[in-house]
């Protein structure tokens, strides 16, 4: 069993700032990619940032300068600082991981059960 538990939504006044966490736990041998993701009502889920086991990060264009992904290899944790947040980064949240269970084993994606994230105007 793996499970990916997410932390850090809540409301926030447009202008301010907010840090996500998602911590993997569980049968996991290895993880390669992270990320992040969100869904807004009424819209497809879109990706927000990856970071790769190397760290080597990647964003949407809606959050450069604004959003930062970062990760902790040694606890199976993956963040997203936002900063500068606007109304139309509402939306839930979902953190991803590209996990192996075992030596040899394939990489599968596991996913978060989500996080709210609010923006006031």
């Known amino acids: 069993q793996v499970q990916l538990v997410e932390s850090g939504g809540g409301l926030v006044q447009a202008g301010g700032s907010l840090r996500l966490s998602c911590a993997a736990s569980?049968?996991?041998?290895?993880?390669?990619?992270m990320g992040w993701y969100r869904q807004a009502p009424g819209k497809q889920r879109e990706v927000v940032a990856t970071?790769?086991?190397?760290?080597?990060?990647n964003y949407a264009d809606s959050v450069k300068a604004r959003f930062t992904i970062s990760r902790d290899n040694a606890k199976n944790t993956v963040f997203l600082q936002m900063s500068s947040l606007k109304p139309e980064d509402t939306a839930v949240y979902y953190c991803?991981?590209?996990?192996?269970?075992?030596?040899?084993?394939?990489?599968?994606?596991?996913w978060g059960q989500g996080t709210q994230v609010t923006v006031s105007s």
């Open positions: 970071i790769s086991s190397g760290g080597s990060a």
């Open positions: 991803n991981a590209q996990i192996s269970r075992g030596r040899g084993w394939n990489y599968y994606d596991y």
């Open positions: 569980g049968s996991i041998f290895n993880i390669n990619g």
